[in-house]
């Protein structure tokens, strides 16, 4: 196998990770919070990556992601589960204000950017309801959201 492009370029260790997955040329690969804990530039890098993959490999790729506003434009399809409902279709179909308010039941707005991106701004969380999903104590979070694409 060739390591595409996007591969040599994107961040070391989700890299690393993505071509170990991609030795064995899956035809689904699945990711679980691919840009975690990476600054703004890296999730963007990664998103792209990954885009690329699915397009130049012929890989369906299956990732669950909190936030879902650095891949919204790399999507085909979108399974987004949100406090026990979900909506499945294209981006178009399910990432929109309607769709978003009935799921998390509480306003959320998509906005469209002048280059005809979808941002998804929602309400802030109330401090006492605020939870770190990334704490090591055991604990874990009420709630989230996923999108799949």
Same mark, same amino acid.
């Given at each position: 196998?060739?390591?595409?492009t ?42 792209a ?12 790729? $299956?990732? %669950?992601?909190?936030?879902?506003n /650095?891949? !919204? @434009? ?7 589960? *949100? ?35 979808? $941002?998804? %701004?929602?309400?802030?969380?109330? /401090?006492? !309801? @605020? ?7 055991? *604990? ?10």
């Open positions: 196998m060739t390591v595409p996007a591969l040599r370029s994107a961040v070391p260790g989700q890299r690393l990770l993505i071509a170990q997955a991609l030795v064995r040329r899956p035809e689904l690969l699945l990711l679980d919070e691919p840009l975690d804990s990476l600054g703004l530039p890296n999730q963007a890098a990664v998103a990556l990954i885009g690329r993959i699915c397009h130049q490999e012929k890989v369906a790729v $299956v990732m %669950v992601a909190h936030d879902v /650095p891949i !919204l @434009h790399h999507l085909d399809r979108v399974v987004y589960l *949100a406090e026990g409902g979900a909506a499945a279709g294209t981006p178009a179909e399910v990432i929109t204000s309607e769709t978003l308010t009935r799921l998390y039941g509480t306003p959320i707005e998509v906005l469209t950017t002048s280059d005809g991106r979808l $941002v998804v %701004v929602g309400s802030p969380e109330a /401090p006492a !309801l @605020h939870t770190d999903r990334h704490a090591t104590s055991g *604990a874990s979070a009420a709630g989230g959201d996923h999108a799949a694409g």
